[in-house]
């Protein structure tokens, strides 16, 4: 029955698309709420007018069937899993949302409009999308003006492996679209992230004036984690990111939530940080430079 009045979501991705259309309120369930950051939705949980269902790889499908939405929303991530499997004998009409395959961070944002349509707002969800994309080509074409290409690093070392954005990434599109010089962006092996160690990083990007996507918010603190790191340029220089600007105490980050559906802030936040100049007004919005004490 469309509009939904009621939906269970099992991911908190979906949460940027739904507030954009208005729709939060027709949220009963949600999974994880730990790793939620929505402020609407936690207080949702906190009156029990949202009941959390725990992990969403292993549904409590007792409460779900308690909850009884019209529909549940799922990433698919795991459709032929067990836990999948228990979902669809539920009876319960699931919504596949597939946004993270899309190859383009414009095509993910696009997923409003397959949300917008069980709301009965396909004319505003088409809306919503033609001005972030807008908005989105705009800034991307005054990148593209600028001779200077400042080169970039990303992410860090997590237990001997240092993931990579590949050539094909979401980040590899940023970095591109922002006029960022980022050394894997021809590298399209693989479409989610090369694998690559702490060593590799110094050879290739000793000399990177920036540095994103670190899971620190000091300096210090990142220089504690690894010596090694305080040899990059970009550390020497306090010229490094983290993505934690929009974060909750328990875990939530918005930067993986409402980032989603609002491509057009993750490149404001990263040619602010490539480009300044282009951008002098804005404020960053999900990133922001470590402090140095």
């Given at each position: 029955?469309?509009?939904l009045k009621s939906?269970m979501?099992?991911?908190?991705?979906?949460l940027?698309?739904?507030?954009l259309l208005?729709?939060?309120?027709?949220?009963?369930?949600?999974?994880?709420?730990n790793y939620?950051y929505?402020p609407t939705?936690?207080q949702g949980?906190?009156?029990?007018?949202?009941?959390d269902?725990g992990?969403?790889?292993?549904?409590?499908?007792?409460n779900?069937?308690?909850?009884?939405?019209?529909?549940v929303m799922?990433?698919?991530?795991n459709?032929e899993d067990?836990n999948?499997r228990?979902?669809?004998?539920?009876g319960l009409?699931?919504?596949y949302?597939i946004?993270?395959?899309?190859?383009s961070i414009?095509g993910?944002?696009?997923?409003?409009?397959f949300?917008?349509a069980?709301f009965?707002?396909?004319?505003l969800?088409d809306?919503?999308?033609?001005q972030?994309?807008?908005q989105y080509?705009?800034?991307?074409?005054?990148?593209e003006?600028?001779?200077?290409s400042?080169?970039?690093l990303?992410g860090?070392?997590?237990r001997?492996?240092?993931?990579m954005?590949?050539g094909?990434?979401?980040?590899a599109?940023?970095?591109?679209?922002?006029g960022?010089?980022?050394?894997?962006?021809?590298d399209?092996?693989?479409?989610?992230?090369?694998?690559?160690?702490?060593?590799?990083a110094?050879?290739?990007?000793?000399?990177?004036?920036?540095?994103?996507?670190?899971?620190a918010n000091?300096?210090?603190?990142?220089?504690?984690m690894?010596?090694k790191?305080?040899?990059f340029?970009s550390?020497k220089?306090?010229?490094?990111?983290?993505?934690n600007?929009r974060t909750?105490?328990?875990g939530g980050?918005?930067?993986?939530?409402?980032?989603?559906?609002?491509p057009?802030l993750l490149?404001?936040?990263?040619?602010?940080?490539?480009h300044?100049s282009?951008l002098?007004?804005y404020?960053?919005t999900?990133?922001?430079?470590?402090?140095?004490?």
């Amino acid at each position: 029955v469309i509009p939904l009045k009621s939906i269970m979501t099992n991911s908190a991705t979906h949460l940027g698309f739904l507030e954009l259309l208005g729709e939060l309120d027709k949220v009963t369930g949600v999974c994880n709420s730990n790793y939620i950051y929505n402020p609407t939705i936690l207080q949702g949980v906190k009156d029990g007018t949202i009941k959390d269902l725990g992990d969403a790889f292993n549904l409590d499908i007792e409460n779900l069937l308690l909850l009884h939405p019209q529909a549940v929303m799922t990433s698919a991530y795991n459709a032929e899993d067990e836990n999948g499997r228990r979902m669809k004998q539920t009876g319960l009409p699931i919504l596949y949302n597939i946004e993270w395959q899309e190859k383009s961070i414009l095509g993910r944002a696009e997923w409003i409009k397959f949300i917008g349509a069980f709301f009965d707002k396909e004319k505003l969800a088409d809306s919503i999308f033609s001005q972030i994309a807008e908005q989105y080509n705009e800034i991307k074409k005054k990148a593209e003006k600028l001779s200077y290409s400042p080169s970039i690093l990303s992410g860090q070392d997590y237990r001997g492996t240092w993931s990579m954005p590949s050539g094909r990434s979401y980040n590899a599109q940023l970095f591109r679209d922002a006029g960022a010089n980022y050394y894997y962006a021809n590298d399209t092996t693989v479409s989610g992230s090369i694998s690559s160690s702490i060593e590799e990083a110094l050879i290739h990007f000793n000399q990177a004036d920036i540095w994103v996507g670190v899971q620190a918010n000091t300096l210090e603190d990142l220089g504690k984690m690894d010596p090694k790191y305080k040899l990059f340029k970009s550390y020497k220089n306090g010229n490094v990111y983290h993505i934690n600007k929009r974060t909750n105490i328990t875990g939530g980050n918005d930067y993986w939530e409402s980032g989603v559906a609002r491509p057009d802030l993750l490149l404001n936040d990263m040619i602010k940080i490539v480009h300044p100049s282009l951008l002098p007004e804005y404020e960053l919005t999900y990133m922001d430079k470590l402090k140095s004490k």
